[in-house]
């Protein structure tokens, strides 16, 4: 009768625990894409404001990026999928040679997938932009990624400090 008792107790716990580090994982993904989706409205909010769009242009280009963007982060996690495949083929003692060139044409096509999905929004970008929208997008697109990196770095540098304050 007791170890019948244990059982289930520790049966309940197994089934507890791993219920709670599925749940977890599954937050950590919509962490994630909630960022991935503020990044890209702040992207959309900022351009609008850099380049003045009109509200047709807004109309005619929000649909578009939101699409494009989509399309990429759908391809980016393909590629990830992919490198940790190649990863683990790589740990191999010996890899299988034609497994490898698969992984690595599979690669190489959703990069050129990425820079079809590129072309295209920059084609869709000249067919609604004005030259200077175009020029200025230029100096946005170039700068926007650049700033975000530089501002994440000096909040983690900031919130280490913290970090070592706080243990001190």
């Given at each position: 009768m007791k170890i019948?008792?244990?059982?289930?107790?520790?049966?309940?716990?197994?089934?507890?625990?791993?219920?709670l580090t599925a749940a977890i994982q599954d937050d950590r993904l919509q962490n994630r894409r909630r960022a991935r989706e503020n990044m890209r409205t702040?992207?959309?909010?900022?351009?609008?404001r850099v380049l003045e769009l009109t509200e047709e242009q807004?109309?005619?280009?929000?649909?578009?990026?939101?699409?494009?963007?989509?399309?990429?982060?759908e391809i980016y996690q393909q590629i990830?999928?992919?490198?940790r495949e190649l990863r683990l083929t790589l740990r191999e003692e010996e890899p299988d040679q034609e497994e490898l060139k698969n992984k690595i044409n599979n690669i190489k096509g959703l990069r050129n997938l990425i820079k079809k999905k590129d072309?295209?929004?920059?084609?869709?970008m000249e067919e609604n932009l004005t030259l200077v929208q175009r020029a200025k997008y230029?100096?946005?697109a170039a700068n926007f990624y650049r700033?975000?990196?530089?501002?994440?770095?000096?909040?983690?540098?900031q919130r280490e400090r913290l970090r070592q304050k706080i243990k001190k």
């Open positions: 019948r008792y244990i059982i289930s107790i520790l049966l309940c716990l197994v089934v507890l625990s791993s219920t702040l992207w959309l909010l900022r351009m609008t807004t109309a005619k280009i929000f649909p578009i990026v939101s699409r494009i963007e989509k399309e990429k982060s990830g999928k992919q490198i072309e295209e929004l920059e084609a869709g230029l100096m946005f700033e975000l990196r530089d501002n994440l770095e000096r909040a983690r540098i």
